[in-house]
């Protein structure tokens, strides 16, 4: 296993740019100039300025994103478990950046930055700025390092979203881009969270607004916001498992209207903390950024906004994010496959809400770690440590399958391999047929090996549909021994030979002679070699012989292009139904 | 149908008792009185008094629950779909009471009532008080009118917190309650959103720390705790399809900080008419009051708290509550369960969020009409307007197995009946043999109909365990041609004849000599009679015969005590595995 060490000392430092005349246009019209950006940078950068990457932050989070400003801090950046040597953005092969958004407070030019023009604070006179402000302020720090091709942008929530503006805004400037806990566009409920806590602020009358600078300033108000984003941050199981009822100092009510639940005071924390670290004006201009943000935005959809995108995709969501939730990721990785871009998405079990993004490190490590090592490295093998999981019906039904299956699909074709486990038959049609490969698997072992060895690969579950997908998407569909485990086979297989232009599968033969035999003359339920489970146990769902699948066709209007009968018997080609163990089969839509 | 009327014209009355020196004595130790309860009647009280309802009310409410002040009232009281002629709550049979809580501001004595000691508004000298209190104020309101014992209690949200501590407070004082989108307490989350929404108004300089009558009063901070409370009453989905991303006014960022998108504007409407019709410190003593509700504390258990409980009980959860998840009422069901009371429940599928409660009227409707009716009428027949749906299962093979179960039951035993559809099994198991009967049900239409019919039926899935009932809480567990269909077999019926001495259960039998001889001389998945699905659309899952069903049984360490080979063939007795179309048993646990 590589070393992980934190990667020690750090300190800030600062770009500024657009001096005027030279100002900054924003998306919304106004100027801004001169623009600070605060950023911090971990490794080094190869002569060839080829291993950079950039991470950008959260609502709440700044350049600070590893190790430790002083030898006594208490904490290291937000971002630490993931960025240092050995890390999963290891510090000893990239040369990682993460600057502070415009807008800030954090050391980046924001509301209480000095306007030129005044000699005091801007407050609320400071321009709103949107997302692509922020990336496009990023962009022209990147290329003061004398950077031109990032190997990856990488954010998490609000971090999130800049990664997938700058994929779209300089296509030609990033390999790869990582979004985690994110989203595509704010939706109504996220945008009411905003707005109370806007509400929140400006109704503190220290708000006085906006120009608060030299007074106390709404820390009430501000105070406020945060305890409920803090909310928004949690699920209702990790609060539940971390706080419960427990009362903070007794265990009885003490029937006055103070604080004295644990959640109560974890929350009063939380407000008097972030009061001491950030600036509530910053917060308004951040979170109305937010609610801006929307990439399908004066375009036909969300589809032709990411039409252009260049980039190696990689989209984490989290089960319990309901901030954040992983439908929003899946409608980015959805257009993405429709508009037949490289894109990889897990949906990582977790009870943490949208803060296991700073949680769920050795999953994300997993999946960040594999993925940017490929980006960097296209032609490497698994990346080191990789131990590949098969799934169960991999080491059941490995070798038979699988050449069979390689052979029949054209090289250079674009395949999409449904219950892909950890990629095995991908890899192989990768390497020998040259294919664009897309894998599903409802599994997240097995995908998360997949993805870590560089495959495109979707956490979906077939039964789910694959509405998403358009007509023709793929030359292939491979189900290798997926097929009768499948819920609703019928739905599935019109839609495989729909997005499809063919459809490669293989499965037990039901009505092999073993299978007949102990059914006829010993009345069970059977067990074989092509079917070797108990039916209490059975993962497969449907049981169809040679004939039945014949039938099951005519029926669907759907063409047998091949039928190969696979089994060692003599007989297997010449009475298929009786001998094939198993059976794989070539089938496309009539109608085409 | 019956006629569907508003109630018309109705008025708000007022009772006050507690006159000193005879004060009420709050769970916190304090006494409080005179207490005055504003309260609204609808339909007439019987001469025996026998048809009383009460309707308890939700943070914001108020006794004003159907039908209109004034003629020109542009809206009705806040559940008027729900109660009123020929309605759920039918005023043409039943006498409804709703009384505004103890703590509010809608004409009973709360926080801005005059404290008689001061001759000024109380404010935060108002003692704090508790859903008990609240409970045992209505009590002496109900014993006022002469009421003994009420036909229900019934409430939703804070409404159902009433209605269960009245059900565990005054057991003897009513026959049944309705517990819908509640809770038996509240949550860490729970705890924090009100958290949140009480520091929002504290944060107000003119709270003037609770003496802000005759002022302004804080009605920023009111307005940003209503706006933050009104988002957790929706849901993501309900908030998707009402605003999505519209903006109030134009089609573009306005780039200024004010509301601007239609969510905005929404929440602020919310937030300025809530402050016109509700007082700041009745919002804070009334959260409080909810986050101080556990129903279990100061018992052993949940369980034990409900031990004493003898009304009939009906609970309602929606599936998008978020808020009071479908979890928190579960444990409440199975608590009840657990101690064999007379519990219903339902996760209607809703988009709706918590505000489900005002909205599925028509679920709720069928419902808790059918429940209240066969609560006041326990001997009627299904109620009126009943159009028994019968479940797939049942329409397939009803008169085979059901007459044979039933003769199996021994009379006057408690039966759990799983997979009970719309209830006809029980129906005729309490007809003919008088069980104390449970239905378990995962499907949501037939089992509005069992419920609706008066029987007792949970909403549950058998795969998701029975893990929440004890040991031999049952004589019998009832499975009519419902096995097969079960994902996990083993776990299930190891679980079945844990908390039933017996499971009598019936399935098709695989072995059936016309299986046997499609699947050997056709070489095809077999259909017959006894498995009439073709092998891609079968609701079945498992596929087994009587031969394997005895090997699974002795694998299981479960003793079969009674085998039933059902058939028309006359060799069906003989050769049960060959001639037996289903099979109809009788097992136990070995360990007995």
Chains 1, 2 share one sequence.
Not at 151 to 180: C, E, H, N, T, Y
Not at 435 to 452: D, F, K, N, Y
Not at 513 to 532: A, C, D, H, N, Y
Request: hydrophobic share 40%; with cysteine.
């Amino acid at each position: 296993m590589p070393r992980e060490e934190n990667i020690g000392l750090v300190k800030t430092q600062f770009y500024t740019f657009a001096d005027p005349p030279h100002e900054m246009v924003l998306e919304s019209g106004e100027k801004l100039g001169p623009i600070t950006l605060a950023y911090e940078t971990y490794g080094d950068l190869t002569p060839e300025k080829d291993n950079a990457i950039l991470i950008t932050h959260a609502l709440s989070g700044d350049a600070h994103v590893a190790g430790t400003h002083r030898v006594d801090d208490r904490k290291p950046g937000w971002w630490d478990a993931m960025v240092g040597p050995g890390k999963a953005f290891d510090t000893d092969k990239y040369f990682v950046i993460c600057s502070n958004v415009l807008g800030g407070c954090r050391g980046s030019t924001g509301p209480s930055s000095i306007n030129p023009a005044t000699d005091a604070p801007y407050g609320i006179d400071f321009p709103l700025v949107t997302i692509g402000d922020m990336v496009r302020a990023q962009k022209e720090l990147i290329a003061s390092l004398g950077i031109d091709i990032l190997l990856s942008v990488a954010g998490g929530s609000m971090g999130g979203m800049q990664a997938l503006d700058w994929a779209i805004r300089f296509p030609d400037a990033l390999k790869s881009v990582i979004i985690v806990a994110s989203t595509h566009l704010s939706g109504a409920q996220q945008i009411a969270f905003d707005a109370v806590g806007r509400n929140a602020i400006r109704a503190d009358s220290n708000f006085q607004s906006g120009a608060y600078y030299g007074g106390p300033g709404p820390a009430k108000g501000l105070s406020v916001a945060r305890m409920l984003a803090h909310i928004t941050y949690l699920s209702d199981e990790s609060m539940r498992a971390k706080f419960g009822r427990d009362f903070r100092a007794t265990d009885a009510p003490q029937y006055d209207l103070e604080s004295e639940y644990a959640v109560e005071t974890y929350l009063d924390y939380q407000g008097k903390q972030f009061v001491e670290r950030f600036d509530a004006n910053s917060y308004l201009y951040i979170t109305k950024a937010m609610d801006y943000f929307d990439v399908g935005a004066g375009h036909e959809s969300l589809d032709q906004a990411l039409s252009g995108l260049l980039a190696k995709v990689l989209i984490v969501s989290f089960s319990s994010d309901w901030l954040y939730p992983p439908y929003q990721s899946e409608e980015i990785v959805y257009a993405l496959a429709r508009e037949r871009k490289n894109v990889s998405y897990c949906a990582v079990q977790s009870d943490y809400g949208h803060d296991a993004f700073l949680l769920e490190i050795d999953t994300l490590s997993r999946l960040v770690g594999g993925f940017v090592h490929h980006v960097a490295c296209p032609s490497a093998a698994a990346a080191p440590g990789v131990q590949p999981t098969a799934s169960a019906e991999e080491q059941r039904d490995e070798s038979a399958g699988y050449t069979s299956m390689v052979e029949l699909v054209k090289p250079h074709s674009r395949v999409l391999d449904v219950g892909c486990g950890s990629g095995k038959l991908l890899a192989k049609l990768v390497e020998e047929r040259q294919i664009v490969g897309m894998g599903l698997e409802r599994s997240q072992a097995p995908l998360v090996t997949a993805v870590h060895s560089g495959l495109s690969v979707i956490h979906a579950d077939i039964d789910e549909g694959l509405a998403a997908f358009p007509d023709n998407c793929f030359d292939y569909a491979t189900l290798s021994m997926t097929f009768q485990v499948i819920e609703h086979p019928r739905l599935v297989l019109k839609e495989l030979v729909r997005v499809a232009n063919k459809c490669i599968l293989s499965f037990p033969n039901f009505a092999h002679w073993s299978v007949r035999s102990q059914v006829f003359f010993e009345g069970i339920s059977p067990i074989t070699k092509g079917l070797p489970y108990s039916w209490d146990t059975t993962p497969n769902r449907h049981f169809f012989s040679i004939k039945d699948f014949r039938k099951f066709c005519r029926q669907l209007d759907i063409r047998i292009e091949k039928e190969i009968p696979m089994g060692s018997h003599p007989l297997t080609h010449l009475w298929p139904n009786v001998f094939a163990k198993d059976a794989l089969y070539v089938v496309s839509a009539m109608n085409r």
